[in-house]
T-cell receptor
Framework: AQKVTQAQTEISVVEKEDVTLDCVYE???????LFWYKQPPSGELVFLIR??????QNEISGRYSWNFQKSTSSFNFTITASQVVDSAVYFC???????????FGAGTRLTVKP | SQTIHQWPATLVQPVGSPLSLECTVE??????LYWYRQAAGRGLQLLFY??????ISSEVPQNLSASRPQDRQFILSSKKLLLSDSGFYLC???????????FGPGTRLTVL
């Protein structure tokens, strides 16, 4: 069975601060996919990144970066120089290779204050 | 490009009334389709998914049901709503299993 844990329920930072959102997962599968989604106040989930279990390279996209550490089963998300528009709930998710069972973490609510 | 629609956006229904939420996808064929529920302040729970017309898999036993009458249409229904059915319902699609899922705008359901 799969499980995704986002221990940080809420984080509040001041604009321009860096912030890291933690994600720890459990799975028995050797092949799986990890995701991050952003849910702004409007409610729609916005896809941010997909990473497969064989690719441990860190990824950077603008102010966003992701650190995948298979040894610690973690897939952390860092926002550099945060902005007010980054305020949202962020979800980490995992899906195994052979089915549609995507499991989401409980989400982390990020508030960026001006 | 692909787009996913859900309606209605907001719904207030009395306990015991029926429910029908619709989701349609444009710009792709034979997508995998999903229904999720998000209770207030909580994560997403997968309710149903479908890999093709008439093929529905249920993840959680409940008084909800799903149907896929057409390739790009996915409907969530209930014959009698419960208070616990209140929540935010999200539809999603993907090209195939384990692919990235793309979500619709959601329907906020309040059962009174």
């Amino acid at each position: 069975a799969q499980k995704v844990t986002q221990a940080q329920t809420e984080i509040s930072v001041v604009e321009k601060e860096d912030v890291t959102l933690d994600c720890v997962y459990e799975t028995r599968d050797t092949t799986y996919y990890l995701f991050w989604y952003k849910q702004p106040p409007s409610g729609e989930l916005v896809f941010l990144i997909r990473r497969n279990s064989f690719d441990e390279q860190n990824e950077i996209s603008g102010r966003y970066s992701w650190n995948f550490q298979k040894s610690t089963s973690s897939f952390n998300f860092t926002i550099t120089a945060s902005q007010v528009v980054d305020s949202a709930v962020y979800f980490c998710a995992l899906t195994p290779y052979n089915n549609n069972d995507m499991r989401f973490g409980a989400g982390t609510r990020l508030t960026v204050k001006p | 490009s692909q787009t996913i629609h859900q309606w209605p956006a907001t719904l207030v229904q009395p306990v015991g009334s029926p429910l029908s939420l619709e989701c349609t996808v444009e710009g792709t064929s034979n997508p995998n389709l999903y229904w999720y529920r998000q209770a207030a302040g909580r994560g997403l729970q997968l309710l149903f998914y479908s890999v093709g017309i008439g093929q529905i898999s249920s993840e959680v036993p409940q008084n909800l049901s799903a149907s896929r009458p057409q390739d790009r249409q996915f409907i969530l229904s209930s014959k009698k709503l419960l208070l616990s059915d209140s929540g935010f319902y999200l539809c999603a699609w993907s090209r195939r299993e384990r692919d990235t899922q793309y979500f619709g705008p959601g329907t906020r359901l309040t059962v009174l």
